[in-house]
Structures are given as C-alpha cells and as structure tokens.
C-alpha cells in the first residue's frame, strides 16, 4: 500500500473512534435526561 | 451511599450544557484548524515521507491518554480522602475518555509501523505496556458494573484507577529503561523543529477535545446519579408508582 493509503486509513480510524465516542456522549447525555424526566414524573405522582 | 455523598447529588445538577456545547465546537475547530495547518506546513520526513503526518494524532492521542490517567489518579485519591462521589464521577469520565485514547494511540501506531517496521504489531516494551494500560483501564470500567452500591463501586474504582496509575511512568520511560525499536518520546524536543507547531498545535486541540470529552460525559453521569437518588427516595417515602 502506498503512504497515503495508510494515512487514510489513520484518520479514518480517528474519524471513526472520535465521532463513535462523541454518539455515545449523546445518548449517555440522553438517557441521564429521560431518567430525570422519570424522576419528575414519580415525584408529582407521589 | 454515604451521607456526604446522597447530599451532594440530591438537589438538581447545575446544568452546564450550554459551556460544554461551545467547548465541543471549539474543540472540533481546533482539532479540524489543528490537522490542517500541521498538513499543509509540514514537508514529507527525509525516511518516513509523509507517514510522518500519523505523529498528529497518534502523539497528541497518547499525551491526552496519559493525562486522562493522571486526572484518574488524583480524581481517586481525592474520593478516598473526601469521600463525594462526584470525586468518582469525574474519575470514571476521565477513565472513558482515556481508554478512548489509548485505544486510538495503538491503533494509530499499528498502522504506522506496518509500512515502517514491516509489522502490524510487535512484542516491544512500548507497545507492550502500553496495551497492558488499555486492558488495565478498560478493566476499571467492567469493574464498574460489578455492583450497583454506589459507594463500594467508588472504593473499588478508586483503588484500581491508583494502583492502575503506576504503570503510567513505566509507559512513558519504557523506550529510555529498554532497548526498543519504538523512537523516544516525541515532543518538541525530540522532533525536527519543522513539526513542532504543528505538534503543538494538535497536543492543545486534543486536549481541548479531551476536556469536552470528560465533561460531557460527568454533566450527564452527574444527571443520572442525581435522578436514580431521587427516584430511590421516592421509592423509600412511598412515591413508587409502576
């Protein structure tokens, strides 16, 4: 393989790690949110 | 969970999500700014050619993993004296993030040495440790899902993420103490004066990247703590409503 292709394959694999972990930021963020909301919604049932 | 803890997680979060948003932009301007001038000033290396641009992000990925482990380090000691679980939080964040980038600095590594040491992988001092780290971390976060105590979860993370942190100097020292085919630390001091900016340049654009990172991830671990203790209190007042 020639250089470049192995340096597209580094950032991709960069691209991929970065944007896969900043998704899952996302949905943990998400989750923490709806789980609030559960929290809420109990206490005004209470 | 202990009284100090319940109470510092009970009330509502300060939700900084509009400052951590504008960090992520920032920290996606940097990295993008960052990698761009670093390609487009520096000229192919007189052996590697322009494999060389791989030291943008593989170096600045393994200065921020070991960062991440030292804010693990004093994040933990921090819990065991104190005793407050956003101590801990913070800790598991940074641990996340710091696997993150350990996991990207072997990858990256692994495919700059096979076009430059002929190998995708090697038994070499550096890239051995530096494994040994990735499973030591990755082994505090299966470790967390061990138990649902809030409070033994801590303690046992805490004592992971120190005794884990020792081996952090012996990754960083391995290619000075051993015979290694790994080059020695690069940093400005070590690399052609020609790649110094923009090795610069990408260490602070990851680090503001790993920052994001770690306070994302705390923002929402603190949320999520802060409602499983209320709805556990409405659970014990009788609130429970399935």
């Known amino acids: 393989m020639s250089d470049w292709l192995y340096i597209g394959l580094a950032y991709g694999v960069t691209l991929i790690a970065l944007l896969g972990y900043t998704l899952y930021l996302r949905a943990c963020a998400r989750r923490a949110e709806a789980l609030w909301a559960e929290a809420d919604r109990r206490e005004v049932g209470r | ?72 380090f ?7 004296w104190r005793r407050d679980e956003r101590h801990d939080l913070l800790a598991a964040a940074a641990v996340e993030a710091g696997v993150v980038m350990t996991g990207l600095t072997l990858l990256l590594g692994m495919i700059w040495a096979k076009p430059t040491w002929g190998v995708w992988w090697t038994w070499d001092p550096r890239l051995t440790t530096t494994a040994i780290l990735f499973v030591i971390y990755a082994g505090y976060l299966a470790l967390r899902s061990f138990t649902d105590d809030a409070e033994r979860r801590a303690r046992w993370s805490a004592a992971v993420g120190i005794l884990g942190f ?61 409602a499983e203790t209320r709805i556990e209190a409405a659970a014990l007042t009788g609130g429970i409503h399935v």
């Open chain 2, 74 to 80: 004093v994040a933990s000691v921090l819990y065991l």
């Open chain 2, 166 to 226: 020792l081996n952090v100097p012996i990754v960083y020292f391995s290619v000075r103490w051993w015979r290694t085919i790994h080059q020695v630390q690069s940093s400005p001091a070590t690399v052609d004066p020609a790649y110094v900016l923009g090795l610069r340049l990408n260490a602070v654009a990851f680090l503001v990247l790993f920052v994001y990172f770690v306070a994302r991830r705390y923002e929402s671990s603190k949320l999520e703590r802060a």
């Open chain 2, 1 to 72: 969970m202990t009284a100090s803890t319940s109470s510092a997680l009970s009330q509502a979060p300060t939700r900084g999500g509009g400052r951590v948003r504008i960090l992520g932009w920032l920290a996606l301007l940097a990295v993008v700014g960052g990698q761009g001038v670093a390609f487009l000033i520096s000229r192919p290396d007189r052996d590697m050619g322009h494999l060389q641009k791989i030291m943008y992000v593989h170096v600045p990925a393994a200065w921020c993993a070991m960062v991440a482990f030292l804010v693990v």
